[in-house]
DNA sequence: TCAATAACTGTCCTTATTGGACCATTTATG
DNA sequence: CATAAATGGTCCAATAAGGACAGTTATTGA
């Protein structure tokens, strides 16, 4: 983050909300750039250029390539978590089945809009890294334990089908992520297109129903 | 391919058997490295110190970069198509649900063992190009049009899950091939190691008990 | 209002890497 | 053993890489 010249005692001055605007702009930009071609296969002046500003400003911003990656990747793994989050709270009186359900609708309907959070996993899981590492202890392990704690209990009630339930949440991520990553392909294989939300929906309630057969 | 000089009616000398070895080290690590990096983000020295070989043999073998992508990418989808017919063939006497289990096990063992597959098909699909639109014309479509006709009837029959069957064979796909894509990161997440055999099959079964709930 | 500082622009540098060309050399073939 | 296939070694021109830095403009807060 900007380094700024503290005098002594005095108060820094406050940053201005054009430098939150190139900001949010440089990590709009990298996380779809990362996506597309990886951190080694991007280069800060495809994301400047991107992002329409002039790339010393990742240097000024964020102070390196891998400092702009990690901001980028953490603002889109936030704002996932807090999506799951509300989706989560918005279903809380409901019963088990419903809860899930919601929380799978939720996913799909992030990773449909920002298909770039399943592509930056993906990337960096071709191989082992520090920012994998990160990513998983980060934001993936939290994510995971959670909802592989009421999976089982779904399992328990024969809501969801059997089997491990660390395998069966992996399952369901690759799914929804999976299929979403791969948008451009399918709407030219099969002529669905993601785009659409109804599509989006459908793929929803198909997640759902396969992955949730039972009824409570 | 190598060019020839060919005399006029003088028969060509035939291939050497190094070429071959060679040509087949080059288009493993090209598949290695473009499922990694991406076309662009991949070099030919990369995938010459890969392979332990020359650079300048890309050229001679394969003229340039473009060809040996798609020399690559043949390989493995060919050998895939190649399985995924075995296993149908294998199981040409069964009930049609255990033709459709059949070839979904050997989707999943085949993209364990070849996770390159997949990862080729994410690395193109992150934005339209000539080699993508290679790839779903000459391998994409073919595929997907055998296998939803199949899905259709298991569908009249109750077995498979309802909804569009292009959308289902499309979610059955990204689902054995996505997490197998997602090894690395999965293993650092959950603990669950592909490599080992009864992993994979877990999943396998696991996807069979999923899309295939009906009995017949 | 005005100095201080945050934010940005323009430019340059050095280094590495890129895909490919080219000829000499080695190896297999018929 | 003559010939062609296959490979090795080297070079090149282009350019793309991450980052440094001095100068300029805009905003802030007293």
Same mark, same amino acid.
């Given at each position: 983050?900007?380094?700024?010249?503290?005098?002594?005692?005095? @108060?820094?001055?406050?940053?201005?909300?054009?430098?939150?605007?190139?900001?949010?702009?440089?990590?709009?930009?990298?996380?779809?750039?990362?996506?597309? &071609?990886?951190?080694?296969?991007?280069?800060?002046?495809?994301?400047?250029?991107?992002?329409?500003?002039?790339?010393?400003?990742?240097?000024?911003?964020?102070?390196?390539?891998?400092?702009?990656?990690?901001?980028?990747? &953490?603002?889109?793994?936030?704002?996932?978590?807090?999506?799951?989050?509300?989706?989560?709270?918005?279903?809380?009186?409901?019963?088990?089945?419903?809860?899930?359900?919601?929380?799978?609708?939720?996913?799909?309907?992030?990773?449909?809009?920002?298909? @770039?959070?399943?592509?930056?996993?993906?990337?960096?899981?071709?191989?082992?890294?520090?920012?994998?590492?990160?990513?998983?202890?980060?934001?993936?392990?939290?994510?995971?334990?959670?909802?592989?704690?009421?999976?089982?209990?779904?399992?328990?009630?024969?809501?969801?089908?059997?089997?491990?339930?660390?395998?069966?949440?992996?399952?369901?991520?690759?799914?929804?992520?999976?299929?979403?990553?791969?948008?451009?392909?399918?709407?030219?294989?099969?002529?669905?297109?993601?785009?659409?939300?109804?599509?989006?929906?459908?793929?929803?309630?198909?997640?759902?129903?396969?992955?949730?057969?039972?009824?409570?």
């Amino acid at each position: 983050m900007a380094e700024m010249a503290v005098a002594e005692g005095r @108060a820094p001055r406050k940053q201005q909300q054009r430098s939150v605007q190139t900001q949010n702009k440089l990590l709009d930009a990298a996380l779809e750039a990362f996506s597309e &071609n990886g951190f080694k296969g991007t280069s800060t002046r495809d994301i400047a250029d991107r992002a329409g500003v002039h790339h010393p400003l990742i240097t000024y911003h964020f102070k390196n390539k891998e400092e702009l990656w990690r901001a980028a990747a &953490n603002r889109v793994f936030s704002k996932f978590s807090a999506s799951l989050l509300e989706a989560r709270i918005a279903a809380d009186g409901q019963k088990p089945r419903e809860r899930m359900a919601s929380m799978m609708r939720a996913y799909v309907q992030y990773a449909a809009k920002n298909p @770039a959070l399943h592509k930056l996993m993906l990337q960096e899981s071709s191989r082992e890294s520090s920012r994998l590492e990160w990513l998983v202890t980060t934001h993936l392990q939290p994510l995971s334990e959670a909802v592989v704690k009421e999976l089982k209990l779904l399992q328990e009630s024969g809501i969801a089908p059997a089997g491990d339930p660390a395998l069966l949440f992996n399952l369901l991520r690759a799914t929804s992520g999976g299929i979403l990553a791969l948008a451009t392909e399918i709407k030219a294989t099969s002529g669905i297109d993601f785009d659409k939300p109804e599509n989006v929906d459908a793929l929803a309630e198909m997640i759902v129903g396969v992955f949730l057969p039972g009824s409570d």
